[in-house]
């Protein structure tokens, strides 16, 4: 069975870091590409980052780039993202999520980790 | 970068009704659409991927057409256990989402 379980989240200032971890299990998790998806309050989805199976290449919205970083160690299936310069629009459910064998949808999602960003 | 319309925000039917959602992109986006349920307090799950193709283990009364710009994602008879929101994606130009229909029964 499929497992992503996301750990990390928290309350944090606005300017500061956070990591967020995803541990996966279940499945081969270098076969896969992997990606980090957020959900603000009562909204909608936005997808945040994803990293190719080797973790050689990596892929942002502008909403993002240049702060956060995407990225995975295979021998401990593990999926991590470093989120620094926070700000407030960055509170959300972060889920980690396995991209499906065509790269272009989330087939399998984790239970979600909150951050807030707040003073 | 290519914006996801869903419509309506907020779909009431009854139990047994069949159910249909639309996703409008703003731009052809060639079939690379896929829709997520969203149950309350859970994570989305993978309905349809590609227009029509049934992800594993999904009822075979949710479909999905499509073409071009336009979507739709359909329920052929309701069930309780169906009530969620539901969000269209796109991934012709990396990834966008809806911002959902919220199914309940009425």
């Known amino acids: 069975e499929v497992q992503l379980v996301e750990s990390g989240g928290g309350l944090v200032q606005p300017g500061r870091s956070l990591k967020l971890s995803c541990a996966a299990s279940?499945?081969?998790?270098?076969?896969?590409?992997m990606a980090w998806v957020r959900q603000a309050p009562k909204k909608g989805l936005e997808w945040v980052a994803t990293?190719?199976?080797?973790?050689?290449?990596?892929y942002y919205p502008d909403s993002v780039k240049g702060r956060f970083t995407i990225s995975r160690d295979n021998a401990k299936s593990s999926l991590y993202l470093q989120m620094n310069s926070l700000k407030s629009e960055d509170t959300a459910t972060y889920y980690c999520a396995r991209l499906g064998t065509g790269k272009g949808y989330f087939d399998y999602w984790g239970q979600g980790v909150m951050v807030t960003v707040s003073s | 970068d290519i914006q996801m319309t869903q419509s309506p925000s907020l779909l009431s039917a009854s139990v047994g009704d069949r159910v249909t959602l639309s996703c409008k992109a703003s731009q052809n986006i060639y079939k690379y659409l896929n829709w997520y349920q969203q149950k309350l307090g859970e994570a989305p799950k993978l309905l349809i991927y590609y227009t029509n193709s049934l992800q594993t283990g999904i009822p075979s009364r949710f479909s999905g057409s499509g073409s071009g710009t336009d979507y739709t994602l359909t329920i052929s008879s309701l069930q309780p256990e169906d009530v969620a929101t539901y969000f269209c994606?796109?991934?012709?130009?990396?990834?966008?989402f809806g911002s959902g229909t919220k199914l309940e029964i009425k």
């Open positions: 279940g499945f081969t998790f270098s076969n896969y590409y």
């Open positions: 994606q796109q991934y012709n130009s990396w990834f966008t």
């Open positions: 990293i190719s199976t080797s973790g050689s290449r990596t």
